[in-house]
């Protein structure tokens, strides 16, 4: 497993080649200029939140029919 890139630990398997979420969003920040930083009129995530969505259901192998 190679090294996190952002902080030299080992990385995760989950996150590679980061170690972690952290890791990987402050990749993504970088990557992105800083565009979490600036504010881009009203949030969106609020109209997100107001419709109903399907939540995706959880799939379990131990419950198999
Ligand atoms: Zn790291």
């Given at each position: 497993?190679?090294?996190?890139p952002m902080c030299k630990k080992a990385a995760a398997l989950a996150y590679r080649p980061f170690c972690s979420k952290r890791c990987a969003d402050l990749d993504l920040g970088r990557w992105l200029g800083g565009a979490y930083a600036i504010?881009?009129?009203?949030?969106?995530?609020?109209?997100?939140?107001?419709?109903?969505?399907?939540?995706?259901?959880?799939i379990s192998t131990d419950d198999a029919e």
């Open positions: 497993m190679p090294a996190c504010p881009a009129g009203p949030a969106e995530e609020d109209e997100d939140e107001e419709q109903p969505r399907p939540r995706p259901r959880l």
